[in-house]
């Protein structure tokens, strides 16, 4: 009698596991620029762009909060110059990122991280 509520108890563990929610993926802007900057996210279907957000202003050294986001391409750009423009995919479930800094040869650019 036992053994058959140790089966029930298990298969109701692993159909909980199973149906657990997928989450919008989320993420957020890091500007490690030697400046406070504006950024503009896109997103991309196909061949048409839609803007998201007019803009965000960060300051240098500090990190926004995240943003939940539909799976899909996005473009994350710098409003000020230099231009810099980083391109990339988010899945569900997933938390990224987009980080902006000078590289060695001081070089403004941009990256994707997934912590």
């Known amino acids: 009698m036992r053994n058959r509520y140790i089966i029930l108890f298990l298969f109701l563990v692993i159909a909980f ?15 490690d620029l030697d400046f406070d900057n504006y950024f503009q996210i896109q997103q991309y279907q196909g061949a048409a762009s839609s803007v998201l957000t007019d803009s965000i202003y960060v300051e240098t050294g500090t990190v926004t909060d995240y943003r939940n986001f539909g799976a899909g391409s996005y473009l994350v750009t710098t409003l000020e110059d230099p231009i810099v423009t980083v391109p990339f995919s988010i899945e569900k479930n997933k938390t990224y990122t987009i ?15 997934q912590p």
């Open 17 to 31: 596991i199973g149906c657990e929610k997928e989450k919008d993926p989320r993420f957020r802007i890091k500007n």
């Open 99 to 113: 980080e902006f800094y000078v590289n060695a040869s001081q070089i403004s650019v941009g990256r994707v991280v």
